[in-house]
Structure formats: structure tokens, C-alpha cells
């Protein structure tokens, strides 16, 4: 039996239909202290919003004539059946208030709302708590770079420099400059505040040990208050994803934070991953405070925290991400036992029929399109020691004229170009006929989702600097997505 609230502290609430309008809205009264949900009414007994309700121990109803058996003073009907709400104004008890699905848009807008609000601000919060470990990697790359340029230098200068040496230097070098420009595209990529960002084959271990870098200001701040943390990494041999980058950084960003911050006196931080049935396990294990049981029922509510000037928004914006994925987040552990949150995502298929894409890709027609001599003569040079036919265009004029003369397997072209920028290059060499395949990449901060490549008629998007494996590897993609074998 449902006891009696003190009158005017609490505002009792009975929802009518649990589809995904009632679950939303559910979960927001759920995070209001002065609202009770007495009952949710659905007859689905599937209903995502009854076991979100059982769960939080809400009574739940098949019929909406039952709702007013739990004496609510407000009921919300978000089925947006008109006959539903018509039957509850009519039959209802003169002290209760029926709001239609009109009112519960306007709820639901609201919580959106505040949700980015408050999601923002946790997000700045992280960037400015990890830009000093942003700091610190790119200092370590450039002393790096700078004692294997000065060592390069010093054999040249007593004539003893051999191949290896090199060859060992320039791919240190190279390995250098590709890690910054790493770190960098995951910083801009967490900051972006677009939930669509570019879909592609991502590589969890890697992720994991990036976003280890970004936070190491928290593990140097636990070393201030005498507390050490200890990381472990036991990661083990899986495939790729498919996924958004950029969004899978910021649920393991959040789930490293959250078990860093559980262990105010120091610990142990253990990051897994294995393949588990055609799945990629990732789980971050602390051995902190641990959660309690009333706790952990709650942990995926919106805007619900135990912190002191928390959102409450981390673990639910994660489990959003990661089922939009196609996957599954879970939380183990209790009071005193430390935390153990496991992501599983799909693994990533491997597309049959691309192993012939070199050999074709070797004998391919080449345009490369770029304003900048220096890039465009390292890319065409690149292409040539691969065996294809590249030819240099420099700018847009003269590219439409090459168009308009021969034929081209593969057309890159940088975006920004004056007069005539990539865009138009790519509309036009899309326009022949077999189509060829074509990529466009910039050193500006462009966003791969912007509506203008998708105009341009572009294939794929790279992001300066790229290396030739990068490139064969979109073009893998796009004839995967073609559904043609390579070269034809």
C-alpha cells in the first residue's frame, strides 16, 4: 500500500503509456526530489518504461482506467491516443489534472534541453582537467623528435650515417608526428559537440591507450594528495569496431574518470579487453569505494549523482552511445568490493573479396588535386612508388580541365583551394562515367559529417596529415560499399 506524502512537499505523478516518450520522462521525474511516480500504466507488459519501473520498485498497471486506483494528482498521458486521454479526463476524480501528450512534448523538450546543458559542462570540465596530459604527451613527441633529428644530424655531419640509421629515424619520426596529430584529433573530436560524427572501423586497444594519456593530470593530482594509482592494461588481441570515434573516447573517458575518482586513497586500474562470441569486451575495473546496492539502482538515471557539483549525466549518456553501437554496458560490484563496468561492442566484419584491392589500386589513374606544391609532390611521389599513374593538378582550373581529358580511377583533392575549391572538383568528377572513386581531405578542422561533402558527391573525407595506408583504406571502404571487386 502506498503511504501518504506530507501535503505540498510531494507532487504525486502517474504516467500512462511506457513507450520511449514515458521511459524519458520516467527517468526525469525519477531525478526531480519533490516528484513520486505512483504507478506507469501500459499494456505491454514489455514496455521499456514497466521494467524501468519494476526496477525502481514504481507499481505498474496493464489498464490506464487503473492509474487513478493509486491516487495521483497528476496524470500524464504521453500514448498520444486521443480516445486514451479523452477517457481519462472524463472518468477522472475532480482532484486530479490529466495533461495530454502536447504537455509531455513539452517535458520532453525541457529534459533535452538540460541534458545538453548540463552535458557541455561535464564535457569542459574533462577537457580542462586532461588538456595538461594533452600537454605533457605532445612534450614528450617533440623532445623526441627533437634528439632523433639532432642524432640524424650529428651521423651526417661525421659521414657514418648507414640505411638503417635512416630508416630507423625517419620511421621514429614519422611514428612521432602521427601520434600528435592523434592526440590532437581525439581532443577535437571529444570537444565536438555534434552526436553524428564519422562512422568507421575503430580500434578499441588503441582508444584505451589514448584516453590513459589524456588523463594523466588526475593521476599526477591523486600523486599531490599522496594517493597512487596504479594502471594496468591486460589488453588482449581484438578486432576493430564500427563505430563514431569520437563518441566511444567519451564513454571511456567517462568510465576512467568515474573509477579514478572512486579511489580517493589510490588503487589499482585494470582496462581489459578480449573477444567474447563475435563481441569486443572492454572492462574497466577499480578497486575503490565500490557502490552501494540503492546506489547502483539508480546509476543510469538522468541527471541522478552522488557528487558533489555533478550532472549525473556520464553513465546514462554512456549507455546511450554504446546501445546506439548495437551493444551493451554492466556495472558489478558493491560497497567496499570496488567497480567492474564492462562495455560489449560487435565486432567489425571484414569484407570479403578486398584482398585483390593493391594489386588493382597499383595500376590505378591518379588526380591529385592540392594548391600546395610541397604536399602535392609527396602525395604524387608517394602514389608513383606504389605503381599507379598519379598526375598533379594545382588547384581546382586546371583539375577540371584534366577531368575534362582523360579518365581517373581515384580523384583527391584538398577541400580549401582558392577560386575553385575541392567541393566543385569532386562534383565534377563524380559526374563521369564509370564514376571515380573520390576522396577529399583537408588540414582544416572540418567536420566529416558536414552537409557539404555529402552535396560534393565525395566518397570519403581524410583529415590531415594521412598516411598512403590511410588512403587505400577508405578506398577499401568505398568499394566495399560499392559492392564492386577493386579495379573494376
Known amino acids: 500500500m502506498v503511504q501518504d506524502e506530507p501535503k505540498g512537499r510531494m507532487l504525486r505523478v502517474g504516467l500512462v503509456g511506457a513507450g520511449r516518450g514515458g521511459t ?17 500504466a501500459d499494456p505491454n507488459p514489455e514496455a521499456p518504461g514497466l521494467q524501468m519501473a519494476r526496477a525502481a520498485g514504481i507499481p505498474v498497471v496493464g489498464s490506464h482506467r487503473e492509474i487513478f486506483a493509486h491516487a495521483p494528482q497528476i496524470v500524464v498521458e504521453v500514448t498520444g491516443r486521443p480516445e486514451v486521454l479523452e477517457e481519462l479526463a472524463r472518468t477522472k476524480p475532480a482532484e486530479v489534472e490529466v495533461v495530454g501528450a502536447q504537455s509531455a512534448r513539452l517535458f520532453w523538450e525541457l529534459l533535452t534541453f538540460r541534458a545538453r546543458q548540463a ?30 633529428t639532432s642524432l640524424l644530424r650529428r651521423c651526417v655531419e661525421i659521414d657514418r650515417l648507414t ?29 565536438r559537440e555534434s552526436a553524428e560524427p564519422l562512422v568507421t572501423r575503430v580500434d578499441v586497444n588503441a582508444l584505451v591507450r589514448e584516453v590513459v594519456g589524456l588523463t594523466d593530470p588526475l593521476i599526477r593530482d591523486a600523486l599531490v594528495r599522496s594517493a597512487t594509482i596504479e594502471i594496468r592494461q591486460e589488453l588482449g588481441e581484438v578486432p576493430p569496431v564500427v563505430g563514431r570515434p569520437a563518441e566511444l573516447l567519451e564513454v571511456l573517458m567517462n568510465l576512467i574518470v568515474n573509477a579514478i575518482e572512486a579511489m580517493p586513497k589510490g588503487g589499482v586500474l585494470t582496462l581489459e579487453s ?3 562470441r563475435g563481441n569486443v569486451l572492454v572492462r574497466v575495473r577499480d578497486t575503490g569505494v565500490g557502490i552501494p546496492e540503492a546506489v547502483r539502482a539508480q546509476l543510469f538515471t538522468p541527471f541522478f549523482t552522488t557528487k558533489a557539483g555533478g550532472t549525473g549525466l556520464g553513465l546514462s549518456v554512456s549507455l546511450e552511445i554504446i546501445r546506439r553501437h548495437g551493444g551493451e554496458l554492466a556495472i558489478e560490484g558493491g560497497l567496499g568490493a570496488g567497480t567492474s563496468v564492462t562495455v560489449s561492442l560487435p565486432a567489425a566484419e571484414v569484407p570479403a573479396g578486398m584482398d585483390a584491392l593493391l594489386p588493382a589500386f597499383r595500376q590505378w589513374r591518379v588526380l591529385v588535386v592540392d594548391d600546395d606544391p610541397f604536399f602535392r609532390d609527396v602525395l604524387v611521389e608517394l602514389l608513383a612508388a606504389e ?3 598519379p598526375h598533379g593538378a594545382a588547384g581546382g582550373a586546371e583539375a577540371l580541365a584534366c577531368l575534362g581529358r582523360e579518365a581517373y580511377e581515384l580523384v583527391l583533392a584538398d577541400i580549401v583551394m582558392p577560386e575553385i575549391p575541392g567541393w566543385q572538383v569532386a562534383q565534377t568528377a563524380r559526374a563521369q562515367e564509370p564514376p571515380p572513386v573520390v576522396v577529399l581531405y583537408s588540414g582544416w578542422g572540418i567536420r566529416p559529417e558536414d552537409p557539404s561533402l555529402e552535396e560534393s558527391g565525395a566518397d570519403a573525407f581524410l ?3 594521412f598516411r598512403l595506408s590511410d588512403l587505400i583504406e577508405a578506398v577499401r571502404g568505398v568499394l566495399a560499399a560499392r559492392g564492386r571487386p577493386a579495379g573494376a
Request: with cysteine; proline share 2%.
Open 24 to 40: 524519458a520522462l520516467l527517468q526525469l521525474f525519477a531525478s526531480a526530489p519533490s516528484v513520486r511516480v505512483v504507478a506507469v
Open 387 to 389: 605503381g599507379c599513374k
Open 163 to 191: 640505411v638503417d640509421q635512416l630508416s630507423d629515424g625517419l620511421e621514429s619520426i614519422a611514428r612521432n608526428v602521427t601520434r600528435g596529430s592523434e592526440i590532437l584529433k581525439r581532443l577535437r573530436g571529444f570537444m
Open 274 to 276: 578480449r573477444l567474447d
Open 463 to 465: 583529415q590531415k596529415p
Open 119 to 148: 552535458q557541455q559542462i561535464e564535457k569542459a570540465e574533462t577537457i580542462r582537467r586532461m588538456t595538461g596530459g594533452v600537454f605533457h604527451s605532445l612534450n614528450n613527441l617533440f623532445t623526441t623528435l627533437l634528439g632523433r
